[in-house]
């Protein structure tokens, strides 16, 4: 007996459209397909269906281990293709992400650009209508002039600009007799202004050559970036240890109008004293966006910091203020008590070394509790004694987002010391 032409079978039945040999399975497939199907039977029909039989049973156990092994692999090919397109996604997330943080980037960028040169063009704006108005002012009074019937004498200044700037071919002729012109500024095209140079730089350069022996060199380089024109960058000045006192004052005072937008100012140990801080309030008057403050280490006193008390109170964007080595004494608690309470957005306050004692203390313990914002506070060596604490304690007892607390070098008791280090919060740092 043959076996199946498509398959491992006995064959059963021969088609006469190709003269090949099926079983019965595979001629149904056959018969599905065009052309004209005539079926042969085979001899020993009854034999081949015994083997057909027989063979088919072992075929279909073939065929079903067959098909457990590819539904097993399109299994592991499906889940190779869903975690292959799950990190896919990822990845196209995390771009999407950096595009739009990119583009959030530029945006900002773009407003703080756009804001200077707002800014920028205001300023210029303002300088060319100031140096328009004497120029249109001298238009208008030679207009007036002009208007005049009669004879003008050579030495006039309208006859003067005339020579120079009239050309040859002009229908004006200057010989005295001018005839009445009817010119109004409405008629005027054109209106030319030219300058070679700031008048308000050029004012301070000469001021700078008569003094320069006299500025210090901290000061001297602040000069120089504004005659270069670098000072609009500039968002921080220091001028610690620079020897500032009552003449350099007067120099500063002469510039602080270029940097009111400066943010960070520090002048410390220097020799700043009482009697200069009617001047230095005048200069940090216009230091309205300042965030920190350095006056340490001069010798203000309690004069000194009523000067400037009114003034600091207007800084309401100030994080950081040192006022520490300037002998203020209770009298200066007590004004600096009064100028605290302005500052909300106070985070670090450095008072070492100004003698407060019993009363200072005293005066600050309502102050203090009132900073929400203040993390760091350092009051060291400050006559601070046993009398001292039933004031800090209420002040300290309140102080709720304290992180850091310096109150070493003092005349504390041991007794006193534990009862302060229980009253501050847990998380705070303290040396005393």
């Not at 004209?36 to 057909?52: G, M, R, Y």
């Not at 506070?377 to 007892?397: C, Q």
């Amino acid at each position: 007996m043959s076996n199946c032409s498509m398959c491992e079978f006995e064959a059963l039945f021969k088609c006469r459209c190709n003269k090949r040999c099926y079983c019965q399975k595979c001629y149904d497939k056959h018969c599905k397909k065009k052309g004209k199907h005539d079926q042969i039977k085979l001899e020993e029909s009854a034999l081949v269906k015994k083997s057909v039989s027989f063979a088919g049973s072992d075929g279909n156990a073939n065929t079903n281990k067959e098909k457990k092994k590819e539904a097993l692999k399109v299994e592991i090919q499906e889940d190779k293709k869903n975690l292959l397109k799950k990190a896919i996604e990822k990845e196209i997330a995390k771009l999407q992400r950096f595009k739009m943080e990119t583009l959030a980037c530029v945006n900002s960028q773009q407003q703080m650009l756009v804001r200077t040169i707002i800014d920028d063009s205001k300023k210029l704006s303002k300088n060319v209508i100031n140096e328009c108005k004497p120029k249109q002012q001298q238009l208008e009074s030679t207009i007036t002039d002009l208007e005049v019937v009669g004879k003008i004498p050579f030495g006039h200044p309208i006859i003067e600009r005339l020579k120079k700037n009239t050309p040859q071919q002009s229908i004006l002729k200057l010989d005295g007799n001018l005839k009445k012109i009817n010119l109004t500024s409405e008629k005027i095209l054109e209106f030319k202004i030219e300058w070679q140079s700031n008048p308000i730089i050029d004012e301070l350069k000469e001021y700078y050559k008569a003094n320069q022996t006299l500025i210090p060199p901290k000061l001297q380089k602040i000069y120089q970036k504004i005659f270069s024109e670098k000072h609009y960058s500039i968002k921080k000045i220091n001028l610690s240890k620079s020897k500032i006192d009552l003449p350099a004052l007067n120099h500063f005072m002469r510039i602080v109008s270029f940097f009111s937008g400066i943010k960070d100012l520090r002048m410390a140990s220097n020799k700043i004293s009482n009697e200069c801080c009617d001047v230095l309030a005048e200069a940090l008057s216009n230091f309205k966006l300042l965030e920190k403050l350095d006056l340490s280490d001069n010798d203000l006193r309690g004069h000194g910091i009523e000067v400037l008390t009114p003034v600091l109170e207007e800084m309401k964007n100030l994080s950081v203020l040192s006022l520490a080595k300037n002998n203020f004494g209770a009298t200066g608690a007590r004004h600096l008590s009064m100028m605290l309470e302005s500052l909300k957005k106070l985070k670090e306050l450095d008072l070492d070394a100004n003698g407060f004692g019993a009363e200072g203390a005293r005066y600050l313990s309502g102050a203090l509790p009132k900073l929400i914002q203040l993390k760091n506070l350092r009051l060291r060596n400050n006559n601070f004694a046993d009398d001292s604490v039933r004031f800090l304690k209420v002040a300290l007892g309140k102080m709720q987002n304290i992180e850091i607390l310096k109150l070493d070098l003092n005349k504390f008791g041991n007794e006193e010391k534990r009862t302060m280090q229980l009253i501050v919060r847990k998380e705070c740092k303290i040396e005393i």
